[in-house]
């Protein structure tokens, strides 16, 4: 039975995978601020893919590394918790979280990683360094042997271990990066724009290895960063709306593309071309203006400027949580209509 839920605490409790809550990073800047995460709160569950979509420029990455504990200067990551796997960590200003965490705990997969391989060097040279980074005095053997494992487990050619990057198409290499990125059997996996740079084939491979990696319980749960909401659809069971910073809607994958309550999440989907054919007929539209700018945000709810549903209470009070524990937005006009989604209506 759903409950509606009343806060993000009552959601985003300390028995899941991870549990990220109020999380706030940015830019120190000379008159004020650039908040690029502002007060987030997720979950992940064990064996579970959460996307999170929105936007360019909508914190998505800074999220990322948040969350991978990669933040560095510029970026300041000022304050939040995070608890995965049952271990804590408390965001503090200047205290840099432990390296320890980084590859075992979580493990990133950045933007563009098939272009960290290095030009001039073996696939398995960069297992090795992998390893090497975070264990110390393991030999090259030993290294490059636990790589062909995680290879032959994942149904990917031993041989590609003694190949150069320039041997391997933009797929392969995507998929090499991506298995190296649970070498170290990290709990959670942070994929931050994964199959970006790949045609729609490469695309699918790469969603099923993750899920493949999910199944063989090599990670323990994968968050999933992209602007691409078909792809998302594929890979992840929930999905977080990212807009100006925050999260403005949570949801599993299916009733956020079918019957989204929030008005960004609606003009999202709107203006995107899902393919699969159960999706509803629908005009394609763009979203009106312009993300708003971080270092000033607009006061009540950051969508406002943009939103058709609009009301005067949205332009200077916050927006309330409202929906249950599954599927939740922060929106007044939701508040107004329980239950009903925003299709039709914007
Ligand atoms: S709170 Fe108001 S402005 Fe914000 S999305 Fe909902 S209806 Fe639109």
């Not at 360019?56 to 608890?83: I, M, N, Q, Y």
């Not at 998929?175 to 994964?194: C, G, Q, Y």
């Amino acid at each position: 039975m759903s409950v509606e839920v009343k806060s993000i605490d009552e959601v985003v409790t300390t028995d899941h995978l991870l549990s990220a809550r109020g999380l706030r990073a940015g830019y120190v800047g000379r008159t004020s601020d650039t908040m690029a995460v502002d007060d987030v709160s997720l979950y992940v569950n064990e064996g579970e893919v959460l996307g999170i979509a929105g936007e360019s420029g909508c914190g998505k990455s800074t999220l990322a590394a948040v969350l991978s504990l990669t933040a560095r200067p510029p970026l300041h990551v000022f304050e939040g918790e995070l608890d995965v796997a049952g271990k804590r960590l408390s965001f503090e200003p200047d205290k840099a979280p432990p390296r320890s965490w980084r590859g075992t705990v979580v493990s990133l997969l950045p933007q563009g990683a098939m272009n960290s391989l290095s030009p001039t060097g073996r696939v398995g040279d960069f297992a090795v360094n992998i390893v090497r980074a975070h264990e110390g005095r393991v030999s090259a053997s030993d290294a490059k042997g636990r790589a062909a494992e995680r290879f032959t487990q994942l149904d990917l050619p031993e041989r590609v271990l003694d190949a150069y990057p320039h041997q391997l198409s933009g797929g392969m290499k995507q998929r090499v990066v991506t298995v190296l990125s649970t070498l170290l059997n990290p709990k959670l996996l942070i994929a931050d724009e994964p199959t970006s740079a790949l045609d729609v084939s490469s695309q699918r491979i790469v969603t099923e290895l993750m899920r493949e990696m999910l199944a063989k319980k090599l990670v323990g749960g994968i968050i999933f960063v992209t602007h691409d909401l078909p792809v998302l659809r594929r890979v992840a069971d929930r999905v977080a709306i990212m807009y100006a910073g925050q999260i403005h809607e949570t949801g599993p994958t299916e009733q956020i593309i079918n019957r989204a309550r929030h008005p960004y999440t609606g003009a999202l989907i709107n203006s995107v071309l899902v393919p699969e054919p159960q999706v509803r007929t629908r005009r394609i539209s763009g979203i009106k203006g312009s993300p708003p700018d971080l270092a000033d945000p607009p006061p009540g709810c950051r969508f406002h400027p943009r939103c058709s549903l609009a009301m005067d209470v949205c332009t200077t009070e916050q927006p309330p949580i409202v929906g249950d524990e599954r599927h939740y937005a922060t929106c007044w006009w939701a508040k107004d209509h329980p239950g009903e989604p925003v299709e039709g209506k914007l």
